[in-house]
């Protein structure tokens, strides 16, 4: 006998999906913490506002030598992370919880700080730390994650992917100023 796994019936597709229908995308085959997921959505939301924050105050505030280099960079991480952001409000909205954009809650939800940073070395070194915690939070709710939520799992592996590069950019600009 082997462990695959039986597919349900057309039919019963079919009547279960009739059934609560105003919990839109969460049917009955969703097996995660819903709640906990939200929770980790919500935080990982914080996150990525701050570090649009942070990004943008250093693109306008970079100065010296290579800061043309690292306001360009800067620029565009802040864009990534804005929809980083986007995609994270939309699964929370999706899976039935509300968006948490309240600003006196944002630095204490997100997992990196908010650091300003003083001179282009700071702000870079500052956005790596930052980066390097987004990838260790990020990979850790993949694997909380597993198979229960396949759609927020891929969500989180394209962040994480994008984050990874962000961090080798932070890390190469590090190394020339």
């Not at 462990?3 to 097996?31: F, I, K, M, P, W």
């Not at 204490?108 to 500052?126: C, D, F, K, P, W």
Request: glycine share 4%.
């Amino acid at each position: 006998m082997s462990d695959v796994q039986q597919l349900t019936d057309v039919n019963t597709l079919r009547q279960r999906a009739r059934q609560h229908v105003e919990n839109g995308a969460v049917t009955e085959g969703y097996s995660a913490d819903r709640e906990e997921v939200v929770r980790l959505l919500n935080a990982s939301l914080a996150t990525e506002l701050v570090c649009f924050l942070r990004y943008k105050r250093h693109y306008y505030m970079a100065t010296g030598l290579k800061a043309s280099v690292a306001a360009s960079e800067f620029q565009e991480h802040a864009g990534q992370e804005a929809e980083h952001a986007d995609r994270l409000a939309e699964r929370i909205v999706q899976l039935g919880g509300e968006p948490e954009f309240n600003p006196d809650l944002l630095s204490i939800n997100s997992h990196a700080q908010y650091v300003a940073g003083n001179t282009l070395r700071e702000m870079v070194y500052e956005d790596l730390v930052a980066e390097r915690i987004a990838i260790d939070s990020y990979r850790e709710i993949i694997q909380y994650i597993g198979e229960a939520d396949p759609t927020t799992r891929r969500i989180f592996e394209d962040i994480l992917a994008q984050e990874e590069e962000h961090a080798d950019d932070m890390a190469d600009l590090l190394k020339d100023l």
